[in-house]
């Protein structure tokens, strides 16, 4: 097997469409989009990957300095693209953080993608008042990061439910707590400070192919100022507020995900 799709443990649902690569947001895998891929299992072919260090890639390959910065994780993207050979005409369907990194293949290589898919992006995590609630004070993210490195696994349970909205006992909320726990420590925090340090704002911009911005309506990690912010910036973007709490709309709410990438990929 191809060495980079078993560092990204890469699985392909084939098709006799386009492709759709589907990138999963941090602490989670690519089993979070098991909800979805069925219902374009006749009209693309499909690719899923875990991003090193998390799911079911290879932790050998976990390079602490690459991965300190996003544009490590959107190489990686790019290496899959090239090991399965796509050269054009993929749509990339990014969750939270992947989505900046979504946008960072699609400035390196603008060539390989004809559309990004961005649900529930957040550019930038921190508030950067007057002109950008990004939802966070710096310091309660270093907060968030301090009881990783005291408690991980009471980090994971505290975080699952906030990022669901679903409870503490809700079963999307059960499979991110589990999925934040049967990531690596030590790769988790090197990811965390990535995802909620990075400021990708001012790349939003240089995106040139077509972009549907999915923002929750209720979300505490992107508000939906951050949604409507994203649209701004992405010039001929599409923006859809989906009426669901919390971050994963593809896991609670599989329908409306479906439906708005239709209409997008329809239109």
């Known amino acids: 097997m191809n060495k980079i799709l078993a560092r990204n443990n890469v699985k392909v649902i084939e098709g006799d469409g386009p492709a759709l690569l589907y990138a999963h947001g941090f602490?989670?895998?690519?089993?979070?989009?098991?909800?979805v891929t069925p219902a374009f299992k006749t009209t693309h072919k499909q690719i899923l990957f875990d991003y090193v260090g998390s799911g079911k890639s290879d932790i050998a390959a976990f390079d602490p300095?690459?991965?300190?910065?996003?544009?490590?994780?959107?190489?990686?993207?790019?290496d899959i693209c090239d090991a399965l050979d796509l050269r054009s005409g993929v749509t990339f369907v990014g969750h939270s953080v992947s989505c900046s990194v979504g946008v960072l293949a699609s400035v390196a290589r603008p060539e390989l993608f004809n559309k990004l898919v961005l649900l529930g992006p957040n550019p930038c995590f921190v508030n950067h008042p007057?002109?950008?609630?990004?939802?966070f004070e710096r310091e309660d993210l270093e907060g968030l990061l301090a009881l990783m490195d005291q408690n991980y696994?009471?980090?994971?349970?505290?975080?699952?439910?906030?990022?669901?909205?679903?409870?503490?006992?809700?079963a999307v909320t059960a499979e991110l707590s589990d999925s934040f726990c049967s990531t690596d420590p030590t790769v988790a925090k090197v990811f965390a400070r990535a995802t909620f340090f990075s400021d990708n704002r001012a790349d939003l911009a240089k995106v040139k192919v077509p972009?549907?911005?999915?923002?929750?309506?209720?979300?505490?990690?992107?508000?939906?100022?951050?949604g409507e912010y994203v649209h701004t910036q992405l010039a001929g973007s599409t923006l859809k507020i989906l009426d669901v709490q919390g971050h994963c709309a593809h896991m609670a709410e599989p329908l409306l995900v479906i439906d708005a990438m239709r209409d997008f990929f329809g239109a």
């Open 65 to 78: 300095v690459k991965y300190a910065s996003l544009k490590g994780y959107a190489q990686d993207v790019l």
């Open 130 to 135: 007057p002109g950008y609630v990004g939802g």
């Open 211 to 226: 972009c549907l911005v999915l923002q929750h309506r209720a979300d505490t990690l992107a508000p939906t100022s951050v």
């Open 153 to 170: 696994l009471g980090w994971a349970n505290y975080l699952a439910p906030v990022v669901s909205a679903k409870g503490e006992t809700g």
């Open 27 to 35: 602490g989670c895998n690519q089993n979070m989009w098991d909800r």
